[in-house]
């Protein structure tokens, strides 16, 4: 009987699933970083999304169920300019000693947060980034994404470097040619103005000469006083649409358009597929007359 459990428990141990599953785990910030991952390192490395759907990653603050998932990940891909990243990154010290922990904007010239320009501003809700965190939705910071992404991959998991290297070469390519469609798309936009909620653009409006306001200041609701100066704006500058995330309400912002007799668009940009994302973004600016 002794053997025979001995027996038993030889063959659970051989039936484990392989440890090398476990290994091969990479944590990311926020969803569009999945697809930079999946884009060099195909269906080798499983990906472990922080930000959930739905959630701001201004403001994210991580569940007790996701520390098992970064106990196991071997590299944590930060954004880097995410305030919640700081904060999290003294907890895993004790979690997970060997995490290797990558800022992706290393080496991305920052644009400086929005300051608080109101009198009497409630500090206590806003969520202030010193710089604008926003750095994936613009052709050029996301291609030093994508090279911080691929070096840091290559040293966690070297066994795949070379499939890594032409992936990654690939999506370099893609970058380029998606920024040339931006570019053609742009070209003969006259008004080169956006209105947006929140200001997920100034990387974009910088890359192709465009100018962004927003609507929301500081991560807040935006006043009275603040939505006229909006609308005197928008109708000096002949500005139509109002751009907005769809995890966002849109009443603010359909407000507005009805003020200056224009509309919505709802963009999202925390979409998985950056492609897709920034094609769509490009069409929508593209339309405005
Ligand atoms: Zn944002």
Same mark, same amino acid.
């Given at each position: 009987?002794?053997?025979?459990?001995?027996?038993?428990?030889?063959?659970?141990?051989?039936?484990?699933?392989?440890?090398?599953?476990?290994?091969?785990?990479?944590?990311? !910030? #926020? $969803? @569009?970083?999945?697809?930079?991952?999946?884009?060099?390192?195909?269906?080798? &490395? /499983?990906?472990?999304? %922080?930000?959930?759907?739905?959630?701001?990653?201004?403001?994210? !603050? #991580? $569940? @007790?169920?996701?520390?098992?998932?970064?106990?196991?990940?071997?590299?944590? &891909? /930060?954004?880097?300019? %995410?305030?919640?990243?700081?904060?999290?990154?003294?907890?895993?010290?004790?979690?997970?000693?060997?995490?290797?922990?990558?800022?992706?904007?290393?080496?991305?010239?920052?644009?400086?947060?929005?300051?608080?320009?109101?009198?009497?501003?409630?500090?206590?809700?806003?969520?202030?980034?010193?710089?604008?965190?926003?750095?994936?939705?613009?052709?050029?910071?996301?291609?030093?994404?994508?090279?911080?992404?691929?070096?840091?991959?290559?040293?966690?998991?070297?066994?795949?470097?070379?499939?890594?290297?032409?992936?990654?070469?690939?999506?370099?390519?893609?970058?380029?040619?998606?920024?040339?469609?931006?570019?053609?798309?742009?070209?003969?936009?006259?008004?080169?103005?956006?209105?947006?909620?929140?200001?997920?653009?100034?990387?974009?409006?910088?890359?192709?000469?465009?100018?962004?306001?927003?609507?929301?200041?500081?991560?807040?609701?935006?006043?009275?006083?603040?939505?006229?100066?909006?609308?005197?704006?928008?109708?000096?500058?002949?500005?139509?649409?109002?751009?907005?995330?769809?995890?966002?309400?849109?009443?603010?912002?359909?407000?507005?358009?009805?003020?200056?007799?224009?509309?919505?668009?709802?963009?999202?940009?925390?979409?998985?597929?950056?492609?897709?994302?920034?094609?769509?973004?490009?069409?929508?600016?593209?339309?405005?007359?």
């Amino acid at each position: 009987m002794k053997n025979y459990l001995y027996f038993l428990f030889v063959v659970l141990i051989a039936c484990q699933p392989k440890q090398k599953a476990d290994q091969e785990l990479v944590t990311v !910030s #926020i $969803l @569009p970083q999945k697809y930079f991952v999946d884009q060099i390192a195909g269906d080798l &490395l /499983q990906v472990n999304v %922080l930000v959930p759907p739905g959630s701001s990653p201004h403001n994210y !603050s #991580i $569940l @007790p169920s996701q520390m098992k998932d970064m106990a196991k990940s071997k590299v944590w &891909l /930060q954004i880097g300019l %995410l305030t919640f990243e700081d904060a999290l990154k003294d907890k895993l010290a004790n979690i997970n000693k060997e995490l290797s922990i990558v800022n992706c904007s290393a080496g991305i010239d920052p644009i400086a947060g929005s300051e608080c320009e109101e009198e009497g501003h409630d500090h206590e809700h806003a969520h202030h980034e010193a710089y604008d965190p926003h750095i994936w939705l613009a052709p050029a910071e996301s291609k030093i994404i994508a090279q911080n992404t691929f070096n840091a991959l290559k040293a966690g998991f070297p066994q795949h470097a070379a499939v890594f290297e032409a992936n990654y070469g690939q999506f370099i390519a893609k970058i380029n040619s998606v920024s040339t469609l931006i570019e053609q798309k742009l070209a003969s936009l006259t008004n080169r103005n956006i209105l947006i909620f929140h200001p997920t653009l100034g990387y974009y409006a910088r890359q192709y000469g465009l100018q962004q306001t927003a609507l929301e200041l500081d991560g807040k609701e935006p006043s009275p006083k603040h939505m006229k100066g909006i609308v005197d704006l928008a109708r000096e500058r002949n500005i139509r649409v109002i751009f907005i995330q769809k995890e966002f309400d849109v009443e603010n912002a359909q407000q507005l358009a009805r003020e200056i007799g224009g509309e919505v668009m709802i963009i999202d940009p925390l979409d998985y597929d950056w492609e897709k994302q920034l094609q769509d973004i490009t069409d929508k600016i593209a339309a405005q007359k």
